[in-house]
């Protein structure tokens, strides 16, 4: 995990003993590349820092039980004391965790219970959102208005407000998601049937699919929203789809 200056990098280092898995999260000066401070925070699955660079969030599960679905935990560390300043229960299991563009919102990712814990950062406030599918990842649209969820075999948009959820037509095994600058579009590849869908967020409907070589799974968008670069995960190549081909597409449809 880099901050958002560049200048630190966050990396959590999970060891074995005989009384369970204990981690510490190295926090790495990026120009000299040599540990600063660790903090100590046990069995590490996943780390995300805030859009100001001012806090680092760390989910980990409490192993030391003996339950099927041991206890998740959010810890809430400050990155200039290196202090833990708060820690917060979270559902079963944590594997992702992803913050919100203006800082106020957290999304956990639960695999192994099928569901998405949103976390309000604001008020303290924590939301378990039951899935129909296994979640993977969260991406949230530039506004934070809604995240959107990569399941195992297909996506789900949920309202950061409401909490409300709704799955989303794609394709076949979605993995790769990206937005459009302007948020209007999502990109999202399909590994299962070879497609790049694209979504309309107004309607959170597909407005055109576009086949890809390969199986796709990796995209970008350029930083002027012309072009999407989708990573194909056996042929190690990349394929360049150009956006106005694709507005071509959508109006071939439409008419």
Same mark, same amino acid.
């Given at each position: 995990?880099?901050?958002? #200056? ?33 903090? $100590? ?12 660079? =001012? ?8 192993? !030391? ?15 200039? %004391? ?21 800082? +106020? &919102? ?8 099928? =569901? ?6 604001? %008020? ?10 296994? $979640? ?29 959820? #709704? ?14 600058? #302007?948020?209007? !579009? ?8 070879? *497609?790049?869908?694209?979504? #309309? ?7 055109? *699919?576009?086949?890809? /070589? ?8 350029? /930083?002027?929203?012309? !072009?999407? &670069?989708?990573?194909?995960?056996? %042929? ?5 789809? =150009?956006? $106005?081909? +694709? ?9």
């Amino acid at each position: 995990m880099v901050s958002p #200056d560049g200048r630190h990098l966050y990396a959590a280092h999970n060891q074995a003993t005989d009384c369970g898995v204990n981690s510490v999260i190295f926090v790495i000066d990026a120009a000299c590349a040599t540990s600063i401070a660790t903090v $100590p925070v046990n069995d590490v699955a996943a780390l995300a820092i805030s859009p100001d660079g =001012s806090r680092l969030y760390a989910v980990s599960s409490d192993r !030391r039980t003996y339950y099927e679905y041991p206890a998740g935990r959010l810890t809430i560390i400050d990155t200039a %004391s290196h202090a833990v300043v708060e820690t917060i229960a979270v559902a079963a299991c944590p594997e992702t965790v992803t913050a919100s563009p203006d800082g +106020v &919102y957290l999304y956990i990712t639960h695999y192994d219970t099928g =569901s998405v814990s949103a976390v309000n950062l604001t %008020s303290g406030n924590v939301t378990a959102i039951g899935m129909r599918d296994a $979640p993977l990842a969260v991406v949230f649209t530039p506004d934070s208005g809604h995240a959107y969820v990569r399941n195992l075999h297909s996506l789900t948009v949920i309202d950061t407000t409401t909490h409300d959820a #709704d799955d989303i037509d794609t394709g076949d095994l979605p993995r790769g998601l990206q937005f459009s600058p #302007d948020g209007k !579009r999502a990109y999202i590849t399909n590994f299962g049937d070879r *497609t790049l869908s694209v979504v #309309d967020t107004i309607t959170n409907s597909v407005a055109t *699919t576009v086949d890809v /070589p390969g199986h796709p799974e990796a995209v970008a968008v350029s /930083p002027d929203g012309e !072009r999407i &670069y989708v990573g194909g995960y056996w %042929s190690g190549a990349v394929a360049v789809i =150009s956006v $106005p081909s +694709v507005r071509d597409l959508r109006a071939d449809s439409a008419s």
